[in-house]
């Protein structure tokens, strides 16, 4: 204990002297977009935080006395800030752009100062555009830009995570406390849990000088540690409750748990950690930083439950069990009223779940037939899942800024989302090269595909020019995706060869480009090693088989409900967003490798309890319902855990986390109930002695205990196929 107090300390006091290394712009980029964002990011362009303030009429236009005086009195409050500089407005020598009908402008300036502290110094500027808005009531006034944009945004969303945080931890504890009853047994997977998730964030702000990660990896580390870390301190304390219970004395009950339940574990966590390791191989900053974060956050995980949670429960021993909440039903109801009966557990296996058993394994066929039907049916919606990028749209709730860029994108198509071109040479200043960027913008315009606003950016060394056009359609649709090809097949080469092609719609495609090509490969890879660990770990190339198999089913399912919800509007009333027609372009991979290894957790655990009632002499039936009995209340409790904490996700102000936390939390579900409690008995029912069935040819893998030495009565069995 005092050894995993030290490395927790030292742990977190090296992260705290080393600042986590956060991706450059272009490392979370792809193709030619990352070629493109890697010019820019060495070009030393000054950080310039852009503003717009949208005036618009339904009855003026630009040119009439009350747009021109609120114009005017627009560009007097917010130079009278002293924030600002480089204000443009329509009526200058370069003027700012106006709409077609010319009922809508924009008055541009940028913010004084650094960009990435802009959002601190924003507040004076967003309050002389209020009090001119408030003195022009006929017109529509409202700014956005960079950093109004990371004030009123980056706050929420902030606050949105707090928030998240600070209800996962009170949810779990009081799910613990319904599931044991006792203060300190629910107190322990916690802390367990989260000097786990403290010590790996400290290591992560060393491993990431060599590997950076996005911003969000450790809201990602959050999520996950804390699902598996509460998880393998429950199966670890379960089970040696369990054999307390049975009248074993404190180290042979703390002996067993290690034998059984921690081998569990280990057998659990290194599955995690292949499944999270697959996403190196997408060549994706994010989701190799989602990577880095998620192993280090496991591998602590599982190394706590398998050394310091023995020496605490050695340590503290019986007063584990001090009752707070069981004790306090059963002496309020006078002993009519046990916890024990609530759940339905007598003898340590569950009677509810006893009774969905038992008809399942009567009729197997007949249940596989209409939960995997259920299952399939709910995964068919997947085939049309419809990837998108990270957009305004994305952004849910009540936020004004969210609809100025809606009406600065309706007035402008294509100004929020343009395309970006990147020149590199020697002077881009020559006449030679301004002479291509005119005949560029020329031949862009002509193709009918871009248009308005156009404009060339030179660096401090003349080196590089930045060029953004806007392009027609939406920036994540298929016209956006047409202008894009167009500018990289036809417009570039004739007019700017060798210049990049960068910006949110580009980005979305060679991201997507890039999934393509590396998705096989992480699927392969994560199945392969998922399935060599399994045969290892059971003998068994039914069960290592089976359980891909079921997983897939469970995480596809999940896909179903997603493309459902989200992408086809069902249910957004009810979770209280608006749909964009789109699945968030990262998150399939990441929602499978995640699934993949938090669903293994269950399987692993639940089979090896199986299995070792199998190979004390249990007929393969009498293993199964025993090993799903014994283990409902921790899958069950732990189930609970990761659906509440994923799905206190879905409140936040981002639709593409809200998606993330629907997707975890029907998979959970979907995976703890049909899955363990009909699927996985049904067919284990149906193949009989067939689940152990191993080839002779692979007779040399080792025989791994899954349990004590001693053996239990149980009904004789005929001997396993081989």
């Not at 703390?254 to 599955?271: C, D, N, Q």
């Not at 249940?367 to 990028?389: D, Q, R, T």
């Amino acid at each position: 204990m005092l050894i995993w107090v030290g490395f927790v300390a030292a742990a977190t006091f090296a992260g705290s002297a080393v600042e986590t290394g956060e991706m450059r712009s272009y490392e979370g980029s792809n193709g030619d977009s990352r070629v493109a964002e890697q010019i820019l990011d060495e070009a030393n362009y000054k950080n310039v935080a852009g503003e717009v303030v949208l005036v618009q009429s339904d009855t003026f236009v630009v040119d009439d006395a009350e747009f021109r005086a609120a114009v005017a009195a627009i560009t007097s409050a917010v130079n009278g800030t002293g924030q600002v500089e480089h204000v443009r407005t329509p009526y200058d020598a370069e003027p700012s752009p106006v709409s077609q009908d010319k009922r809508t402008t924009l008055v541009q300036f940028d913010m004084k100062g650094d960009g990435e502290s802009a959002d601190e110094r924003v507040q004076p500027v967003l309050d002389a555009v209020a009090k001119v808005a408030a003195a022009h009531p006929d017109l529509r006034i409202e700014q956005a830009g960079a950093a109004s944009a990371d004030k009123m945004i980056g706050e929420a969303i902030e606050q949105d995570f707090v928030r998240a945080e600070q209800l996962s931890l009170p949810i779990t504890l009081g799910i613990l406390l319904a599931a044991f009853g006792a203060l300190l047994a629910a107190l322990i997977p916690v802390a367990l849990a989260m000097t786990a998730i403290f010590s790996a964030t400290g290591l992560l702000a060393l491993t990431s000088q060599l590997l950076h990660v996005d911003s969000a990896t450790t809201n990602v580390m959050l999520l996950v540690g804390l699902a598996v870390g509460v998880d393998y301190s429950l199966f670890y304390i379960m089970r040696e409750r369990e054999e307390r219970a049975k009248g074993r004395d404190k180290r042979r009950a703390i002996e067993i748990a290690a034998a059984t339940s921690g081998r569990a574990v280990l057998v659990s966590g290194i599955t995690v950690i292949v499944a999270m390791a697959g996403m190196f191989l997408t060549g994706n900053g994010v989701f190799m930083g989602f990577a880095e974060g998620t192993i280090l956050v496991v591998l602590t995980a599982v190394v706590g439950s398998l050394t310091v949670l023995p020496a605490l429960l050695s340590l503290i021993g019986d007063k584990i069990d001090a009752r707070v909440v069981h004790g306090t039903v059963r002496v309020a109801t006078r002993g009519r009223v046990t916890w024990r009966r609530i759940l339905g557990v007598r003898g340590g296996e569950s009677r509810f779940w006893h009774a969905v058993l038992s008809p399942v394994l009567r009729h197997p066929v007949l249940a596989i037939v209409v939960s995997g039907g259920l299952l399939v049916a709910l995964a068919v919606p997947a085939l049309g899942l419809k990837p998108g990028p990270t957009t305004i749209d994305d952004l849910q709730g009540d936020y004004a800024i969210a609809e100025t860029y809606k009406s600065i994108e309706k007035a402008f198509p294509g100004g929020n989302e343009p395309a970006v071109v990147v020149v590199k040479a020697a002077d881009v200043t020559t006449p030679a090269v301004t002479s291509a960027i005119e005949n560029f913008k020329r031949e862009a315009f002509a193709t009918g595909e871009a248009n308005e606003p156009f404009s060339v950016t030179i660096n401090p060394d003349k080196t590089v020019a930045r060029i953004d056009i806007a392009i027609k359609g939406s920036g994540t649709d298929e016209v956006s995706e047409h202008a894009i090809h167009t500018l990289r097949e036809k417009v570039i080469p004739a007019t700017l060869p060798g210049a990049h092609v960068t910006g949110n719609t580009a980005g979305s495609m060679d991201f997507n480009d890039q999934m393509v090509r590396t998705l096989p490969l992480v699927f392969g890879f994560v199945l392969l090693l998922a399935f060599l660990l399994l045969l290892m770990s059971f003998r068994s190339l039914v069960v290592a088989i089976k359980a891909i198999v079921l997983n897939l089913l469970s995480v596809a399912a999940a896909y179903g409900v997603l493309v459902l919800v989200f992408q086809d509007g069902y249910g957004e009333s009810l979770l209280g967003f608006q749909s964009t027609g789109t699945i968030t372009d990262w998150l399939p991979l990441f929602l499978f490798v995640i699934l993949f290894g938090l669903s293994m957790d269950y399987h692993v655990f639940i089979l090896s309890r199986i299995r070792e009632a199998y190979d004390k002499g249990m007929r393969t039936e009498d293993a199964i319902r025993h090993g799903i009995t014994s283990t409902a209340g921790v899958v069950t409790s732990a189930a609970i855990i990761m659906v509440a904490v994923f799905a206190v996700f879905a409140t936040l102000s981002l639709l593409s986390f809200m998606q993330m936390g629907i997707g975890l939390a029907v998979a959970i579900l979907i995976d703890a109930t049909i899955v363990r409690a009909i699927l996985l008995p049904a067919t284990m029912k149906l193949l009989g002695d067939w689940n152990w069935y191993l080839p002779r040819w692979l007779g040399w893998l080792p025989a791994l205990s899954h349990g004590d030495d001693e053996e239990v009565a149980s009904p004789p069995r005929e001997p396993a196929l081989v």
